[in-house]
């Protein structure tokens, strides 16, 4: 995964926050101080400007300047623990102009240790912590099993929807909302909630991990998955089926 990529994934998660921003800031209005959609969507547009200016060229310098714009414009804690991550991040990617799984593996790995180290959040007290840590885990363990790019990713993403859902019947034990007490019981965090939709923004950037026999264009054809033998020079191909049914 390149510069571009790691571009994109910002511009993407950018674009999901900003989706989700009144959501956001609803889930925050339940057991916070109800700004971390508007907090959030704030510091990724900012971000976008800084990475339009400065055009970074490698992926840790992508990310690193993600994060130390996300810790000036953000206010409250989630701008600290989010660009701490992101620093960290882009700190164990290094200056390598394209990064495999293992290395995107360790920087997450950094990542979460910067939160916790930084938040003192451990897993299951409600924080941003319950679905980046088990998205990392997953992911990790994807990638030492030897998982295409595009599954392991799913499984970060999908490890961290499901963190992030955990956390509704969680009481906070730390930050604002733990100052609710049990009244912070049945309402997702909100910082989970983003880091779910973050994270999310990944996978759909890699081509699908392609099952045996599938189109090239990812979807499997109708015979089941058979490739016929059709050939690769010529015209373009059209799909026997549309053609059948569609002459007039
Ligand atoms: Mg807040």
Do not use: C
């Not at 989700?20 to 900012?46: C, M």
């Not at 970060?156 to 909302?177: C, D, F, H, Y």
């Amino acid at each position: 995964m390149d510069a571009g990529v790691f571009r994109a994934w910002i511009r993407s998660a950018a674009e999901v926050i900003e989706a989700n921003r009144d959501r956001l800031t609803q889930l925050d209005a339940a057991i916070g101080d109800a700004d971390h959609g508007v907090n959030l969507s704030r510091g990724f547009s900012a971000v976008l400007g800084a990475l339009e200016t400065a055009a970074p060229g490698t992926p840790g310098a992508i990310l690193t300047l993600t994060g130390s714009t996300l810790i000036s414009k953000v206010g409250g804690a989630s701008g600290p623990l989010y660009g701490t991550a992101f620093r960290r991040a882009g700190r164990a990617l290094g200056d390598a102009a394209d990064v495999g799984l293992p290395a995107l593996a360790a920087a997450l790995e950094a990542a979460l240790a910067g939160v916790q180290q930084l938040g003192a959040a451990r897993e299951g007290d409600k924080t941003m912590v319950d679905a980046l840590a088990p998205a990392t885990k997953a992911f990790s363990t994807a990638v030492a099993e030897g998982a295409p790019p595009r599954a392991a990713l799913d499984a970060l993403a999908e490890a961290a929807a499901a963190g992030a859902t955990g956390t509704i019947p969680m009481q906070a034990l730390k930050g604002r909302a733990s100052y609710l007490g049990p009244r912070s019981v049945g309402h997702e965090d909100p910082g989970a909630a983003s880091t779910a939709l973050i994270l999310g923004a990944l996978p759909p950037l890699l081509p699908p991990s392609l099952p045996a026999g599938a189109d090239d264009d990812g979807t499997l054809s109708r015979n089941g998955g058979i490739r016929r033998d059709r050939g690769r020079e010529g015209p373009p191909r059209r799909r026997r089926g549309r053609r059948r049914g569609g002459r007039r």
